[in-house]
């Protein structure tokens, strides 16, 4: 019988219970995180995008909101991915979505020390579009680039895997490949890597690159002047939202799911009474999506995290909790392992809890004998509802993530003009691979 290594996760906000699931198998490969680079990217004057032929309104922005298609999952490969249009033409490439990531990278051209990527490579001379950026370009300062050769702005970007990327930043259009007709909505964005070298996970990844969806957090400081920031995300909102509707979210399934651009659909989430349950919270200013979290509860024994920063990134599989919280709920897991090998001897059923000899996990076979984990919010503004997936692990870099274990059958919409993050059960579709 296959393990399942198996948390039941509550978000306490108060008095009801709302239940998100999301569950995945017992291994899963590690995938990219954290950046050793910090990016920040300043506003270009130089998209001014072509009016929609969709529904628009007066002022050209397009009525309604947009659906993106996601693949992948979290069994075979262990992250989620769209597929997005670069340059003019369009060349098609597959990108993982990382709402822990600024910038955009892609394998390029014909680049020997990248990996064999499904999708033909952006080849940067085949598209009319392109801009190279200067090193000694603002935009090339904003992402502390270095100096090529030939002056172009080069990038080298690791990640706490041990996988690194390096290459040349340069500017191009992008559109989404979506469920509806918006191929014509396309942004220029001045910062996409253009990738010369990948190694070690990066490089085995059948996707072409990364789609960074972070949001920018603050002006950038160049020659003590500050420029106005703004991410690949903001960007693309602003040029095709209005100002209200810079909005996006993302419903991630067992297989692929769905991101949505310029609102919020409703049908996704899962309602109760009739009634959907959207559960908010304050960001905390960063250029990550970060909430705070007041304290962690399991087996009625609760940890105090005293507001905590948590970060939300698809782009990391597992969630991860630093340290002490993790020593702390380990020590209570085998507990409650050696309470469920004990009764299954006794009663001999067939609920097993064991280790993994090849990863040192502790798996259990039966959700029902585990008891929900409950996150209290920042300032106690309460709800309840619970989700559950594969493991918690220690992190590496002491930091709480609730990586892509945690989007799974969650509605999670990212209210980029509000600076707040929305939560709720989620009806996420799938989609065939």
Request: glycine fraction near 6%.
């Given at each position: 019988?296959?393990?399942?290594?198996?948390?039941?996760?509550?978000?306490?906000?108060?008095?009801?219970?709302?239940?998100?699931?999301?569950?995945?198998?017992?291994?899963?490969?590690?995938?990219?995180?954290?950046?050793?680079?910090?990016?920040?990217?300043?506003?270009?004057?130089?998209?001014?995008?072509?009016?929609?032929?969709?529904?628009?309104?007066?002022?050209?922005?397009?009525?309604?909101?947009?659906?993106?298609?996601?693949?992948?999952?979290?069994?075979?490969?262990?992250?989620?991915?769209?597929?997005?249009?670069?340059?003019?033409?369009?060349?098609?490439?597959?990108?993982i979505i990382d709402t822990g990531s600024q910038l955009i990278n892609v394998a390029c051209g014909r680049c020997k020390e990248c990996g064999n990527h499904l999708l033909p490579n952006y080849e940067l001379g085949a598209s009319v579009t392109h801009k190279l950026i200067d090193c000694d370009s603002e935009f090339c300062k904003a992402v502390e680039g270095k100096c090529g050769i030939d002056e172009s702005c080069l990038f080298n970007e690791s990640y706490s895997e041990g996988s690194n990327v390096e290459g040349k930043i340069i500017g191009d259009l992008?559109?989404?490949?979506?469920?509806?007709?918006?191929?014509?909505?396309?942004?220029?964005?001045?910062?996409?890597?253009?990738?010369?070298?990948?190694?070690?996970?990066?490089?085995?990844?059948?996707?072409n690159g990364i789609l960074g969806l972070a949001k920018s957090d603050k002006p950038t400081l160049i020659n003590h002047e500050y420029f106005e920031t703004q991410s690949f995300i903001e960007k693309y909102l602003t040029d095709h939202f209005r100002p209200l509707k810079k909005i996006f979210s993302v419903c991630l399934s067992e297989n692929g799911g769905v991101m949505t651009l310029g609102g919020v659909d409703e049908e996704l989430n899962l309602k109760t009474k009739n009634k959907s349950q959207v559960i908010w919270a304050p960001l905390v200013k960063s250029e990550f999506y970060v909430i705070k979290v007041f304290d962690v509860s399991f087996q009625g024994d609760k940890i105090e995290t005293k507001n905590k920063k948590f970060v939300l990134d698809t782009g990391t599989t597992m969630s991860t909790l630093e340290n002490e919280v993790f020593n702390k709920m380990h020590k209570i897991f085998e507990d409650t392992c050696e309470d469920i090998t004990k009764l299954s001897n006794e009663k001999k059923t067939s609920s097993r809890c064991a280790v993994d000899k090849k990863t040192g996990k502790m798996c259990f076979s039966d959700i029902s004998k585990l008891p929900p984990i409950v996150l209290t919010f920042e300032k106690k503004t309460v709800h309840?509802?619970?989700?559950?997936?594969?493991?918690?692990?220690?992190?590496?870099?002491?930091?709480?993530?609730?990586?892509?274990?945690?989007?799974?059958?969650?509605?999670?919409?990212?209210?980029?003009?509000?600076?707040?993050?929305?939560?709720?059960?989620?009806?996420?579709?799938?989609?065939?691979l």
């Open positions: 019988m296959s393990l399942l290594l198996i948390l039941w996760m509550t978000i306490n906000f108060g008095n009801k219970f709302y239940v998100i699931r999301s569950s995945l198998g017992a291994r899963i490969k590690p995938s990219p995180s954290k950046r050793t680079v910090r990016s920040s990217f300043l506003r270009s004057t130089e998209s001014n995008p072509e009016p929609s032929e969709r529904d628009n309104d007066n002022y050209g922005f397009v009525k309604g909101l947009i659906k993106v298609n996601v693949f992948g999952n979290l069994h075979k490969f262990a992250y989620y991915y769209v597929y997005v249009g670069i340059g003019n033409p369009k060349t098609k490439q597959m990108l992008i559109s989404f490949d979506t469920t509806n007709d918006s191929s014509d909505l396309s942004t220029f964005f001045n910062y996409i890597g253009c990738v010369t070298s990948e190694s070690q996970l990066i490089k085995t990844q059948i996707t309840d509802y619970s989700w559950w997936c594969l493991g918690i692990e220690r992190s590496k870099n002491n930091e709480n993530i609730l990586g892509a274990t945690f989007f799974k059958n969650n509605h999670i919409i990212f209210n980029l003009n509000k600076d707040i993050v929305g939560f709720s059960p989620g009806k996420c579709p799938e989609n065939a």
